[in-house]
């Protein structure tokens, strides 16, 4: 037995070797795995994160727009209001300056009209001498 252990001792030790080394180099294989597995996990959550964070923005980005073109909107209008009131309110302004007128004009009129007739009246009675 001695002798069976010893011809094929170099071949235990070897052999033994042989297991406790691959299983060091599964063993090491398998960490850079997890490492690798734990690396492109923790890439990927970065990835996630920033594409939420995108999401996040375009979203954001277009309830923004929204908001500020509906207050714009809302201004738009308020102004063509405001427009159309002030300038009704000219031209009312206007046609009741244009009535005033007229009736001054008609008034004007009619005071040339009393005056030319005195003087006609003076110019028969006093006659062109």
Known sequence: MNEL????LTEIINFLIL?????????ARKKRAEV???????????????Q???D???RRYKDRYA???KFYKERLDNMKVEIRRE??????????EIKSLRTNLELWKTKYRKLKEAFDD?????GDK
């Open 67 to 69: 908001e500020l073109e």
């Open 122 to 126: 003076y110019r028969q009675k006093h």
């Open 36 to 50: 690798k597995s734990s690396e492109a996990d923790a890439t990927k959550k970065i990835v996630d994160l920033y």
């Open 87 to 96: 300038v009704e309110n000219e031209l009312n302004e206007l046609r009741e």
């Open 5 to 8: 252990i010893s011809t094929h």
């Open 56 to 58: 996040d923005l375009e």
């Open 52 to 54: 939420d964070a995108i």
């Open 19 to 27: 297991v406790i080394s691959g299983g060091f180099w599964v063993d």
